[in-house]
């Protein structure tokens, strides 16, 4: 029963950066010449090459071009590109190549596809500090590759040795080069995006008063300087291999962000901040952390999507979205914020198997296990006899309450018949009336399903004495190493 809409909502959320793929579906130029890219492509003949853009951690299709007898081809449109890393791919994706556009937009490339080091671009300045660094790279690879394999196969510590030290000096002189193309075009975009790869490198490590060395200075030191060469406002940076970027991010956040929800808010807002004169990077990062922390791994995280909504959607800044994805986000967020982690749970005052009302609130228990299923759920039918074992052997002697609430009022003989069947004594089941729904719709209250995120059964949640949030959407083993945990530490400050 489970509706999963993190599959689409990011591209969506995006319209995938519609200024390339509108080059040529009749929009306004924005300056009057356009693009025009020339191709030779040895020894391909009469077949069709395609123009493709990184974006992010994604890849668009800008333009196609058909090759004729001569192996020539024209990428052409009337609206210029965003600059950034543009790739061509042939019918035999892996001979695809990679070059530049910039600010000039006509020129020429000509490429082999057996022979890659050999590829010439004419008639533009951006892709001159490139050619030299990718052909020294082309260069040296192999080198490199065959000292590593030396290295690792190396039969005696001497021969180890000297393989791995030549494999570092060769590496070293690849680093060296990268210095020496970014001393030579200063300016040159090429070199914006070698120096947004480059990891802060800290100064000697502090001694502590007690002469002891401060172990975590370069952490802090990396994550205080970690953007410092990261021009998040330019869009240029969006269309680059993964690695520029996109990895920059993941990198960032796995290894120098603490994951609580608080601190991810802040590193989140940061970012988005930084990047707000750049309208398809803020776009972007708007959408990838809204796909991210919409539907959460981790359980309290869609607290920072009810952050982006309150700070960014909520007031208006995303008007490059259509009336249905305003409506999604707009009904996700109203779904979560009843329900956040340490909140106090939403009453819910239904009836039970005898037509009586049963409110969970008058559960006086030191936890309450909380669970929206129905009888004629596949995964529920698996679910519920799980949780009553472990109700019964464990939580059940520990005082732990149980409301069960079936979302389908409509099978109440089928729901009835499974409790009695599978013995779920000791819980609190309950339903609501079709009446009692309908008059909430008309009073405009919001429902359960609305308050409790029931989207999908089961949904399991966990509450503390005060009925409190403490756990949901976890799996049952998670829910009992919550309870046990607290449970300890609550006997610990007893002692």
């Given amino acids: 029963m489970a509706n999963n809409p993190r599959v689409f909502l990011f591209l969506l959320m995006l319209g995938f950066s519609l200024t390339q793929a509108q080059a040529k579906n009749n929009v306004a130029p924005e300056e009057p010449d356009g693009y025009q890219i020339s191709i030779t492509l040895s020894p391909l003949k009469n077949c069709w090459v395609h123009l493709h853009s990184y974006y992010g951690k994604y890849a668009q299709l800008i333009d196609s071009a058909w090759l004729d007898e001569n192996s020539k081809g024209l990428f052409k449109g009337t609206t210029k590109l965003t600059g950034g890393f543009y790739y061509v791919s042939p019918p035999l994706k892996n001979h695809s190549f990679e070059f530049l556009v910039g600010d000039q937009q006509h020129f020429s490339v000509k490429a082999d596809t057996a022979h890659p080091e050999k590829l010439v671009i004419k008639g533009s300045a951006d892709n001159i500090p490139f050619l030299q660094y990718n052909n020294y790279v082309q260069e040296n690879t192999p080198r490199l590759k065959a000292l590593q394999a030396r290295w690792k196969g190396a039969t005696n510590a001497a021969d180890s040795i000297r ?19 970014e001393q030579q075009y200063p300016e040159s975009m090429f070199t914006m995006f070698l120096q947004s790869l480059k990891m802060p490198q800290p100064p000697p490590t502090p001694v502590l008063p007690d002469g002891r060395k401060d172990s975590l200075f370069a952490a802090r030191y990396i994550k205080a300087h970690y953007w410092d060469q990261v021009p998040l406002h330019d869009n240029r940076l969006l269309h680059t291999p993964p690695a520029f970027f996109e990895d920059k991010i993941e990198h960032y956040f796995r290894y120098y962000v603490v994951p609580d929800a608080d601190t991810l808010i802040s590193e989140v807002n940061y ?3 930084a990047s707000r004169a750049g309208k398809d990077m803020f776009k972007y990062l708007l959408g990838r952390f809204t796909d991210k922390y919409i539907n959460p791994e981790i359980m309290g995280h869609d607290k920072v ?9 909520s007031k208006g800044d995303t008007t490059w979205l259509s009336t249905r994805q305003k409506q999604y986000i707009f009904d996700r967020a109203y779904s979560l914020m009843a329900n956040q ?41 698996e679910m ?25 009022e409509k099978v109440l003989d089928e729901w009835k018949k499974y409790i009695t069947t599978h013995h779920l004594t000791g819980w609190v089941h309950a339903y609501q009336p079709k009446a009692d729904k309908e008059e909430d719709a008309k009073a405009g209250r919001a429902n359960y399903r609305q308050l409790y995120d029931v989207f999908q059964t089961p949904t399991l949640y966990l509450l503390d004495r005060d009925k409190h949030i403490i756990g949901k959407k976890l799996s049952l083993e998670q829910f009992d190493q919550v309870m046990q945990a607290k449970m300890n530490k609550q006997a610990n400050q007893v002692r």
Avoid at 305 to 313: R, S, W
Avoid at 365 to 375: G, H, Q, Y
């Fill in 163 to 181: 393989y791995h030290s030549e494999w570092e000096k060769l590496y070293k002189a690849l680093f060296d080069y990268r210095e020496t193309i």
């Fill in 271 to 273: 970012l988005l901040l």
């Fill in 305 to 313: 999507f009810i952050f982006l909504f309150n700070e960014y959607f």
């Fill in 341 to 381: 982690i340490g909140e106090a749970a939403a009453p819910l005052n239904l009836l039970d198997t005898a037509g009586k009302q049963a409110a969970i609130y008058s559960i006086n228990a030191p936890f309450t296990f909380l669970v929206f299923w129905d009888p004629n759920c596949g995964h529920c039918k």
């Fill in 384 to 408: 519920i006899p799980r949780i009553d074992s472990i109700y019964q052997h464990k939580w059940k002697n520990q005082g732990i309450g149980l409301y069960a609430v079936n979302v389908d």
